[in-house]
Every structure is written in structure tokens, then in C-alpha cells.
């Protein structure tokens, strides 16, 4: 993603042929784009955005996912969270999501919601309140329920 947000020289920096955690990719680490995080003013190298990953998810696999395959609709599909975890930006771990465990930890900037990247390209913000079957059917890629407005 580096590149794509004019942080091509960062992106060189690193050292993709080694673990994220060598001492070459650990001096990265304080170079965190403000982007990645909810609260720019922050001392921080944790990331504020991860993608789900599970079956049910647009990241379900290695092969990725083509739009086709998001029958519930882009406009219906969340591809990425905000929340507050203490994992490091360059570390390579996102948020498991399994339809039979409780819903991952969302959120944590805000008090009364987090936001959403939607797969349609739009950001949301999500209010706390949210029915956990809506959020749940949000992040399906093709689960095939119906979404009420939230």
C-alpha cells in the first residue's frame, strides 16, 4: 500500500525478505505514516486499521477476491476496521473473524462508533449501537442477508 500513498522511498526502506520484526524492518517503524492512524497526534506505531480475515470475509484467502464474488453488494461490505489494538503498523496481523466466536474488538478512538472502510470504495462511521447481526452481515461478502439501514 506503501506506494500508493506516495511512500514509495518507505516502502523500498523495507525489507520484504525479512521478518517484519528484523532489526533493518524495526528502524521502519517509527516512520509510521499518519494515515494509518486514527489519531494523528498519537506517539504511536500501532496501526488504527485492519482488514477481516476469515471464510465469510473479501480477505478469505491468498487468491484474494474478485468484486463478483461480493454478492451481497460493495455498497454492503465492509473491508476494513477501525480499532485499537496494540499491534505495530508493519506487523503482518489483521482481526480473525469466524461467524461462530464472538465479534473481534472494534473501535476505541471514538466513544460513540468507529469507522469503516466499505468495500464500494465509501468510509462509514459505525455507531456502537449497531445491531450485532447487521455488523455481522457486514461483514459477509456473500452471506446473503438483508441489511437494514443503520
Known sequence: M????EQNTLYQA????????SPSNLK???KMPNVFKADTSA???ASSYYVLTGPDTIFSGKAGTKIQDITDGTSNTIMLVEAKHDIPWTKPV?????AKKPLPKFG??????????IADGSVRFIANAIAEQTLRALITKAGGE????Y
Open 43 to 45: 506517539q504511536t506505531t
Open 14 to 21: 523495507y525489507k520484504m525478505d525479512e521478518p517484519w520484526d
Open 146 to 149: 438483508v441489511i437494514p439501514p
Open 94 to 98: 489483521d482481526l480473525d473473524y469466524d
Open 108 to 117: 476505541g478512538y471514538f466513544e460513540n462508533g468507529f469507522n469503516v472502510a
Open 28 to 30: 521502519i517503524l517509527e
Open 2 to 5: 506503501l506506494p500508493y500513498i
